[in-house]
């Protein structure tokens, strides 16, 4: 079956960095194209950032934009998405999204698993 497992959140300053990854299994990776979302205490889901499935092109939301970078390791059937420039309001659980096809990007419609999540929280 499709899994997807989050791991790296945790506890950053303002201005720091963390790194998450997402590792899979039960589908060929390589396949599909891949993507972050988050939801904020008393929120909903919002979309951050998108892959394609060969890693040709990515796509950020504007609040994101220039400080996270979204990747993926195909042969470790992992997706990754380094955060810096943290801020207060990226507080929030961090899900990874397995798409329906290679180039999905761009909307949480858009994908058909999703992992449990990883806690970010930003504070001073």
């Known amino acids: 079956q499709v899994q997807l497992v989050e791991s790296g959140g945790g506890l950053a300053q303002p201005g720091g960095s963390l790194r998450l990854s997402c590792t899979t299994s039960g589908f060929t990776f390589s396949k599909y194209a891949m993507n972050w979302a988050r939801q904020a205490p008393g929120k909903g889901l919002e979309w951050v950032s998108g892959?394609?499935?060969?890693?040709?092109?990515?796509y950020y939301a504007d609040s994101v934009k220039g400080r996270f970078t979204i990747s993926r390791d195909n042969a470790k059937n992992t997706v990754y998405l380094q955060m810096n420039s943290l801020k207060p309001e990226d507080t929030a659980l961090y899900v990874c999204?397995?798409?329906?096809?290679?180039?999905?990007?761009?909307?949480?419609?858009?994908?058909?698993?999703w992992g449990q999540g990883t806690q970010v929280t930003v504070s001073s």
């Open positions: 892959i394609y499935s060969d890693g040709s092109d990515t």
């Open positions: 999204g397995k798409a329906p096809g290679p180039y999905f990007v761009g909307s949480v419609d858009d994908n058909d698993y």
